[in-house]
């Protein structure tokens, strides 16, 4: 029995000191070329992949270990073309925006300064070995959207034309493009934005004038925007505030029509004699003032109102869209003045004549 026991004991003692070879084998072959016992050097890490913003920084980190004599490089693959960066400690491309770090005998880093939209693609920590070790990662250059200069500009148009509004921007990921009107006016087709990069106005009138604005994002930066003011051309039209001006001879009178057309109208005066009136003898004075918004003021001064004086005037504006005209009467204030204790008067005989 005791006999039995020895030699269970010598036999496990056996297999034990079996595996403790066999494991060893097994490691010296994973670690060596061919089983030879000489350690091959690897890439234990090489940092993620990374997304990184036109104009800033990048850094790339690469740990080995057992590199022996053999040198490590970087190489920037895109497109199928393959640049070599660096060589060990040292670059080797003419672009000085790359630099090599080599914090000990086991980090390499690379540093990108300025990122450029070529630099997006993958880059390759290599040991030069006999069996050449490599580990990627892969860089994405976000780029913020830029408006082109194909896009809509400054845009004058006849009223009714059709209108098409265009706005086209670059980045990366691709921009999306809405359009606004200054102060939130409501665009033509109703609602205060519209998606989308070309902007149509079917049918355009003057309400339409005005400035239109493009927007391009992408979630990169404050993103891009363009404003385009849009000019719509349409004939004058006239309005009268005081249809009828009543003035006392030899007092100052003041006749006004208020235009509003586009392009910027021309103002005449004309009298009930079809006769264009003129700064002449001084007794006449015509101005004209800007409102803004393609309106403008026309005023008709007289300085002393004689009797020949009164009468109508014409306002008469023209532009290269059309022309409209205005009726003005110059009356005598002394009318005004007296129609209504006439009027009074009136009415009280009336009532007496009843009562009676």
């Known amino acids: 029995m005791l006999f039995q026991c020895l030699v269970l004991v010598s036999f496990s003692v056996i297999l034990l000191q079996l595996r403790t070879v066999s494991g060893q084998s097994s490691f010296l072959q994973s670690n060596s070329i061919n089983g030879t016992g000489i350690i091959l050097p690897r890439i234990i890490y090489i940092s993620p992949k990374m997304t990184v913003v036109s104009g800033g920084k990048a850094l790339l980190r690469c740990f080995v270990e057992h590199l022996g004599t053999n040198k490590v490089l970087w190489i920037h693959a895109r497109d199928g073309q393959f640049t070599a960066l660096t060589d060990g400690g040292s670059r080797i491309t003419s672009d000085t925006r790359f630099t090599v770090e080599v914090k000990s005998a086991t980090q390499y880093n690379l540093e990108i300064r300025e990122v450029y939209e070529e630099d997006a693609g993958e880059y390759q920590c290599q040991i030069a070995a006999r069996s050449v070790v490599t580990k990627s990662t892969h860089i994405t250059v976000h780029i913020p959207p830029v408006i082109t200069e194909e896009s809509s500009r ?3 148009i006849g009223e009714g034309s059709k209108v098409y509004l265009e706005c086209n921007a670059t980045g990366f990921p691709k921009p999306r493009v809405h359009w606004g009107r200054e102060n939130d006016a409501i665009l033509p087709m109703g609602g205060t934005q519209f998606w989308g990069s070309v902007l149509e106005i079917p049918q355009i009138n003057r309400n ?14 404050r993103g891009d925007r363009r404003s385009i003011p849009v000019l719509v051309e349409f004939p004058p039209e006239i309005t009268v505030p005081r249809p ?5 001879r030899g007092d100052s009178a003041e006749l006004e029509c208020v235009v509003e057309g586009f392009p910027d109208p021309w103002i005449d005066w004309y009298n009930d004699l079809g006769e264009l009136v003129r700064n002449v003898d001084e007794s006449f004075i015509t101005t004209n003032l800007v409102a803004g918004n393609e309106m403008k003021t026309g005023k008709l001064s007289v300085k002393s109102v ?12 023209e532009n290269e869209k059309g022309a409209a005209d205005a009726e003005v009467k110059l009356m005598h204030g002394s009318s005004a003045v007296v129609i209504k204790p006439l009027c009074a008067l009136l009415f009280v005989l009336a009532v007496v004549q009843i009562v009676s």
């Open 154 to 156: 400054r845009l004058q």
């Open 306 to 317: 004689r009797d020949e004086h009164y009468g109508k005037y014409r306002c008469h504006a």
């Open 244 to 248: 009828e001006t009543p003035v006392n």
């Open 208 to 221: 339409d004038r005005g400035i239109y604005i493009c927007f391009a994002e992408n979630g990169v930066g």
